[in-house]
């Protein structure tokens, strides 16, 4: 196949590459059809990819990776910069020579038996000023289907790339080298955990991923560039790259409102992004589910992009009531990873909103299900293209961007933290946003589900720098001159009774919570000053009928006892993680905040 491309840096890293990775053959990806219909049918062939039912699931497939590979890895996840201070108290650190060359001895040969592709892609419209172009070199046609869906591959990425264009350098290899005459044979290639590299090294702008084939480990334009790299860039050009969705709400008067917002992964992002409004005449439209770039327009408003160019969304728990968008996103055209299939072909998980069929049901580890342990890992995804979206934003791909009036931080807390409050002023906000705790989820394997972590910002795995100058980045955001800034605020859907029940319905509902926020952004809302912060109104939310007055009561309620053990937790062993580079700024909000509450 010739070269699609005369770039000579890029067709040196090629050749230097397939030099070390040894593959069978190589092969230029073009984003189109044909190529992605030849991955499927590879991956059919090596037994990795189960067709679905063609007319319930229409050009859909079943992937169910090693039960080890199934989620980040947080352990083997690198910030290699030369001096440790920058990779900072809350990533982990390896000299980038060093790990260079750790690397280079894995991936020696690595991709033998198996051919090598460069995914060259865009993350944003192609040829927007503000998006950036990666090439991923992989072994894995997992991978380059999944990028089809997540990025925009193909001609025209090499077309504005030219003979000189700037590229982010993602290498990935599952590292798994084949024998001559060995196939995968319904073994999906990974390397154990210890021979694992997520490998970030910011300086460079370049990535190296070795050993796994699943998602954030894997697909590098989203976690690894979208984030940990791009949130380097946007440090040294005065932007922001965050985990946050991007929604835009509309009033019953047809005014809009877009609104970002920061939650840990597998807290809601996805959901609330796709919401519909249980509220009438309000309307929710989805510019983006996970990753939000963020830069100031000549009128000082932040305007926002969505990166990406499809979802890799949690499955379990999605159902036609809870996420009917999500539903028909998946309808066509969708890969699902790690779910249960049905003997109709037809895919299940647990909270999908229906019994499993009866009849023989595989479970994701490929086992005929006994119906004891569950049919769908919890970190179970789907990758779907944006598009398909019945909510889909019309300006989910306006290079331009759109205006942010809201910042929403939030976390599973099932205490404490309120249902929503409104942070006094940017600096206050950013406070806010560094000390946001959650209950650990499935979507990384090594960190211990259900415990409370500080997670900043919803930053704690993609930071790509030292968190502490992180925080000092948001606060002089907040002094750019002339900015218009957008108001934050701090929502919590996930507080529980003493009793285990959820004392708020979340879902749709959480439509009231953005109703109060529109309004405060107007100006209109009904609010009233606490030591917290701005709070709605005891009848401000219009509280739905499936909420006691008790309980409304208790999600609005400012506990002080819960919130001086918070600022204890967080004066003794959060800050002190961040030395010399946490920004006073924090401390002074911290101590004000306990002020305030002991007044
Ligand atoms: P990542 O893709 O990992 O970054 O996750 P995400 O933040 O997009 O999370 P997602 O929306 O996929 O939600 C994860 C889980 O939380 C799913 O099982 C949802 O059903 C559940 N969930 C989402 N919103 C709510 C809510 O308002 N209340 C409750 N109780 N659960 C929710
Ligand atoms: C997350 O874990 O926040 C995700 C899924 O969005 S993954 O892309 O696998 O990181
Ligand atoms: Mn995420």
Known sequence: MPTPTSHAKLLQWVEEIVTLCRPDAVQWCDGSQDEYDQMIQLAVAAGLATPLDAATRPNSYLFRSDPSDVARVENRTYIASRNPEDAGPTNNWIDPETLKATMRGLYAGCMAGRTLFVIPFSMGPVGSPIAKIGVEITDSPYVVVNMHIM????????????????????LHSVGKPLAPGQADNGVWPCAPLDSKYIS?????????AYGSGYGGNALLGKKCLALRIASAQARDEGWLAEHMLILKLTNPLGAVRFVAAAFPSACGKTNLAMLVPTIAGWKVETVGDDIAWMKFGKDGQLYAINPEAGFFGVAPGTSSKSNPNAMSAIARNTIFTNVAL??????????????????EVIDWKGKSWERKEVAAHANARFTAPAHQCPAIAAEWQDPAGVPISAILFGGRRPGTVPLVHQALSWQHGVFLGSIVGSEVTAAALDVQAGTVRRDPFAMLPFCGYNMGDYFAHWLRIGETAGAQLPQIFFVNWFRKAADGRWLWPGYGENSRVLRWIFEQCEGTGKFVLTPLGIMPTDDALDAPASVSAADMAELLKVDREGWLAEIADVRSRHYPKFGDKLPPALLQELDALQARLSA
Do not use: Q
């Open 151 to 170: 990025t925009r591959v193909g001609g025209k990425v090499l077309e504005v790339l030219g003979t000189d264009g700037e590229f982010v350098p993602c």
């Open 200 to 208: 970030h090294f910011p300086e460079e702008r370049m990535i190296w």
């Open 342 to 359: 049905t003997s109709a072909n037809d895919i299940w998980w647990e909270g999908i909103g229906y019994e499993p069929p009866a009849g």
